[in-house]
């Protein structure tokens, strides 16, 4: 009869962001060993609270599949010795299969014979490989962080102080840094007891019992109808963030919500200001009104029932009004701070040893604004903005706020400035520049902001990548792969006419001041590969698909606009359902690049044309390329794409008609040369030949 | 309770569980860490067991007495126990409840808080202790010390007495709290607090404080040469003190900065070897004790 297993290791708190992963680790080990092990069961749940990593496998067989199978070994004609005896290959053979030699046989398999030997084995007892089986489990864990404790030598998450492992009512014996085994977990650490687990199929509710929801789903659920029931009684929205409810999950067995008020004279101060306290120092969660004003609430989640709820509210909004109190003084003490001495202040912050102080990387980021606002032909109002954003753009940096919150950097910015009396403009330029700020998050919306914010990033890049510090594998400690995303999405959500090369070009003039310790070749082209990556996953997060990727990507990336477009424009024909219709137009570019390698001139002569169908091609190709480059620069990739596909009946016309490599060279030449002006164009939007059939 | 009561009732706690208690050390430092029972004796093998007062002192955090929570010289109570016992989280909860925190009227959490010290070379993984969201203790298992492994490894730790007290005591400003019945905080450490503010802030002289460094930090080595390693440690925290007064005084730019931390470190690690190599010529008398003890 199949029986349930359980296993709890019992632990001290675990950090939050670790618990999940451990939980799916204990569950995906689990189930390898099951399969690995051929044991069948119905089913494996695993449970994660704080103290406590569970996995129950209900339906574990009693044991292991036994093993018929044939394995087959040697050809007959070695198998067999001079005397037909068996040889010592296939003695040898039989040993290593653990089969009596007289059991051999042959059989037939694709004309030869071979020997066979039939290996069985009877499945072991499951409870006599779970003693062994689950402590090595549970040492082949891995966390991001590791400890040892006591005298131990075993590295976990955090120290085992109990463990239950139970198959049907027997507890499975095993020992890890003198924690035996048993059938006691232990309940709630101040609401709860001890409580016998008779069997796993009980678990659940008996810590349920002790005040331990031990299934994350079901506490999920606990919070969120705490929070929705306080919303609708208060009328409030209360604003759940996914990763703080998810921290806050793993930090209670049982969550009881709460509420608590601070003094409302601190509105005064910016709303990010009181949001970034209350979720990052102490988890709390802010409350809206409906036009999504903080109100002067907070909501928490303690780890415990209702007992002396209001105590513990108490206690929470004193913390709060110390934590408040400070920003408070911060802000006051900030607004005494002048632009341009925070900026002065700029100079004695190194920025890195060899690429100089925030303040020379500010006027790197001036210069760079510069040259991109002339190269885009930016009006003056818009020219103006930026160079006093690029300016000003890290004065904050110096702000006792931002040191206390880095990630208040330009919100804070942005506040001050237009407290300041800067302009509009150049107060949201100063927060945008750092957009977008995590993956998730939306690029500048305003032009001033954009420009910057790129100059910026380019900056840093180009920097790093001036003194060698280049991204590979996990390595990537200025993230510089999200600065470079970051361009590229701001790039694409304003239409800006500014290819890569002459945003690399202009970064390394301006760095070219401070003197390249590299060639700024090498510079651009690691630099050029580097950004290839990055819209290569641009192109897949827009469900590009991997073949069309390839071919646009083969005709160059540097001009991120056009290149984004060219996708989404050989996606749309080559779909299906208009993907037979393309079909041809696919087989001519290829059969023209294919031919046009051996061009070596693009002079078309055309009293050399020695058919009909070469003069129409000649002028088909003539009418194309102007529509095609007409509209490659106004940037219509689908029609540019049509102009180009519109070739494709006459190429076809062209090589059923003609012999290309014609004996006479010069007529060869001029037909080569014909294919390599259809070539160069259709090499513009994409290499076809990458497209999957 | 008053501030006074809940040091001796730690005290007594802790000396209950086999801890020695022994009084603050006599040389500045900014945390109950620095202290040599802990900072030296939480390395090797021997076991040790200790509880004391620290009051440690962060000139750059002073605030002239004016700000209720921002001290120059702040009170830790510490805890040091190696190997750290199983139920040491249980014995931590059961010290609460002496102070009359009844976790079940409360909200008590243990946070994931990673301690690194670099001046010392040290860190450990744990937690920060949250009571009603207010973090009142530091909780760590120490990995490394002076850039050694800890083996076995001591669990450290360390009350934030004046936050303690301010919940306990309700109080909002910690300079009314209540030292015992008719002194106030205020009454014991006001004037110092202006005045050290002062002093870090504006009266310090940089120029005498950057020769003193250099002084202690020559006579570290002397010392160490010598195999002295109590001595040699104690030049390593007038060091570190007189590179915080530097710093409280802006007198130290943040690329000198670097340097200067990295000179700490680099005492504070030979300190730490030399110790380790001197108690294994003395055969580790400790380990020896614990075990005729146990026999």
Known sequence: MPKDLLLEIGLEEVPARFVRGAMEQLKEKTEKWLADTRLGYKEVKAYATPRRLAVLVAGLAEKQEDINEEVKGPARKIALDETGGWSKAALGFARSQGADPDSLFFRELGGVEYVYAKKSSIGAETSSLLPDALPALITSMTFPKNMRWGSYDLRFVRPIRWLVALYGSDIVPFEITGVATGNVSRGHRFLGEDTVVEQPSVYVDRLRAQHVIADIEERRKAIMEGIRSLSEERGWNIAVKDDLLEEVLFLVETPTVLTGSFDPSFLHIPQEVLITSMREHQRYFPVLDAEGRLQPHFVTVRNGDRLSLDVVAKGNEKVLRARLSDAKFFYEEDKKLKIEDASAKLENIVYHEELGTVADKVRRIRAISDRITQHLRADEEVRTAVSRTADICKFDLVSQMVYEFPELQGIMGEDYARKAGERESVARGINEHYSPRNAGDRPAQSLVGAIVGIADKIDTIAGCFSIGIIPTGSQDPYALRRQAAGIVSTLLAHDMELTLTDLFKIVLEVHAERGLKREAFDITKEMQEFFALRIKNVLAELDVRYDVIDAVLAAGSEDVRRTVLRAKALQDVTAEGRKAEFRPAVEAFNRVANLAAKADSRQVDPGLFADAAETRLYEAWQQAHGKFVKQYNEVRMEDALAALSALSEPVAAFFEAVMVMAEDEAVRRNRLALLGLIADDVKTFADFSKLAG | MNFQQMMLTLQQFWA???????????????????????????????????????????????????????????????????????????????????????????????????????????????????????????????????????????????????????????????????????????DVFKQPEYEHSKYSFEVSDAAMLFQLFSTYESEAQRTMEQNLVFPAYDYVLKCSHVFNLLDARGAISVTERTGYMARVRNLARQVAATYLQERERLEFPLLKKGAEQHA
């Open chain 2, 16 to 186: 209950e569980q086999n801890c020695i208690v022994v009084q603050p050390y006599d040389t500045e430092k900014g945390a109950g860490t620095m202290n040599p029972m802990t900072f030296l004796r939480t390395i090797g093998p021997e076991p040790w067991n200790v509880a004391y007062v620290e009051p440690s002192r962060r000139p750059a955090d002073g605030r002239y007495g004016e700000n209720p929570n921002r001290l120059y010289q702040h009170h830790q109570f510490q805890v040091i126990m190696k190997p750290s016992p199983d139920n040491i989280q249980e014995l931590y909860l059961e010290s609460l409840k002496r102070l009359g925190l009844d976790p079940a009227h409360h909200d008590i959490r243990f946070v994931e808080d990673n301690w690194e010290a670099p001046t010392l070379g040290a860190w450990g993984l744990g937690w920060e202790v949250w009571l009603d969201g207010m973090e009142i203790t530091q909780f760590t298992y120490f990995q490394q010390v002076g850039g050694i492994d800890c083996h076995p490894v001591a669990v450290e730790i360390t009350y934030g007495m004046e936050r303690l007290a301010s919940y306990i005591q309700q109080k909002e400003n910690v300079f009314d709290l209540e030292w015992v019945q008719g002194v106030t905080y205020g």
